[in-house]
């Protein structure tokens, strides 16, 4: 129900945008996080953002480099990636879980919540 895309390709420094979409549901009442896993390696939290947009998370390795953000109308969440490093290539996947508090500032880092999951889409940083 999630498809991540936007992966591919980059030289160290650059730049890359995933997108997160669904089809048949609408991500409005939904938290979103995007996850990466790299060979050998468990999968970890990148990123996440509330519903509302109110409130975001990243982990360290990503932050100040990566934002996250969502267009509610589009139906999209989309984690723009900066500043690429070898060490951020891995396979990145979005997830979704329900959040149903009025103000939609709840935001989850633990893979484990979510309730939905994309099939993922591979950035590989070349040095």
């Known amino acids: 129900q999630l498809q991540a895309s936007g992966g591919g390709l980059v030289q160290a420094g650059g730049s890359l945008r995933l997108s997160c979409s669904t089809s048949?549901?609408?991500?409005?009442?939904?938290?979103v996080g995007w996850f990466r896993q790299a060979p050998g390696k468990e999968r970890e939290f990148v990123a996440a953002?509330?519903?509302?947009?109110?409130?975001?998370d990243y982990s360290d390795s990503v932050k100040g480099r990566f934002t996250i953000s969502r267009d509610n109308a589009k139906n999209t969440v989309y984690l723009q990636m900066n500043s690429l490093k070898p060490e951020d290539t891995a396979v990145y996947y979005c997830?979704?879980?329900?959040?149903?508090?009025?103000?939609?500032?709840?935001?989850?880092?633990?893979?484990?919540?979510?309730?939905?999951w994309g099939q993922g889409t591979q950035v590989t940083v070349s040095s």
């Open positions: 048949g549901r609408t991500l409005r009442s939904y938290e």
């Open positions: 997830a979704a879980v329900e959040d149903r508090s009025l103000l939609g500032l709840r935001v989850t880092t633990d893979l484990d919540k979510f309730d939905y």
């Open positions: 953002i509330s519903w509302s947009g109110g409130s975001t």
